[in-house]
């Protein structure tokens, strides 16, 4: 069965080297607690709040130093890392999570398609949704925002996902909503999901933490509080096929009666 460990880290601002520092910290607890991938937050490079600086701590899968690094540690620790970073790629620069196997290699990012607020000021939208087959499942991955879409998660299920990764950069006053997300997009799926979100403050904006995993029937594994930490989660795979096997929420779709939803408002 998977162990996923969620690492709901405080990312310091605009400071690569410090998180990353922060990122060796976890994947080394990881190692130790035998965890086959760690989970870190969305922009967890970099911190949040990257604005004007986006371009400048932008990295490619290419050349990235930090990229690098990340892999090493992979390899070194042998655990699987997912993080958020700025993405350069082919000119442009996106909200992004990169998954990187347990052997230092660079499995794919995936570039967050439903931007936030002001992100689209500093970031383009992504167009595609990615699910990579490992040895611990096939995974897919949304990022914050994207939760709040059902098609997100409905397309990496069909895509055949097993597990749905959220790095999660969510603030207050919305800890009401996360959880909720986090539980529906699972149970209507019947898949695993999970979501590390980060914790303290940026500028003014509190971000709450309350990292979160649920099963195929949408019961959570775990939740956490508003401190930093982490949390071991371990996935017992066969309850997918339980879960549709006991409610046929795939079978009984009725994919012609939903033409509506591919009309632009």
């Known amino acids: ?82 993080f958020g970073f700025p993405e350069k790629k082919d000119g442009t620069v996106y909200n992004s999570a990169c998954m990187i196997d347990s052997e230092g290699s660079v499995i794919g990012t995936y570039q967050k398609v439903h931007l936030w607020d002001e992100e689209s000021k500093y970031f383009s939208a992504g167009e595609d949704y990615y699910v990579w087959e490992t040895d611990i499942g096939k995974i897919g991955m949304m990022i914050c925002y994207d939760s709040e879409f059902p098609e997100v998660a409905r397309t990496l299920a069909l895509k055949g996902a097993d597990i749905i990764l959220a790095p999660t950069a969510n603030m207050s006053p919305l800890e009401h909503s996360q959880q909720i ?12 999901v999970a979501t590390t979100n980060q914790i303290g403050l940026e500028e003014s904006t509190y971000f709450f933490g309350e990292s979160a995993a649920a099963n195929p029937f949408g019961k959570l594994l775990v939740l956490g509080n508003q401190t930093e930490s982490s949390y071991l989660v371990e996935m017992d795979l066969q309850l997918i096929s339980k879960a549709r096997t006991d409610f046929y929420y795939h079978k009984d779709r009725k994919p012609s009666s939903y033409k509506d939803l591919t009309k632009k408002i």
Not at 5 to 19: R, S, W, Y
Not at 51 to 70: F, P
Not at 181 to 192: G, T
Request: aromatic share 10%; hydrophobic share 40%; with cysteine.
């Open 1 to 82: 069965m998977p162990k996923i460990l969620l690492a709901q880290i405080t990312p310091v601002l605009h400071d690569k080297e410090a998180n990353l520092r922060t990122f060796e910290a976890y994947m080394k607890e990881a190692s130790e607690k035998g965890a086959d991938l760690v989970l870190f937050p969305e922009l967890a490079l970099t911190g949040y709040f990257t604005r004007d600086k986006t371009v400048d701590l932008a990295e490619s899968i290419e050349d990235g130093e930090s990229i690098r690094q990340v892999c090493q540690w992979a390899k070194q620790y042998q655990v699987k890392t997912v």
């Open 181 to 192: 997300y986090i539980q529906s997009r699972a149970a209507e799926n019947q898949v695993f």
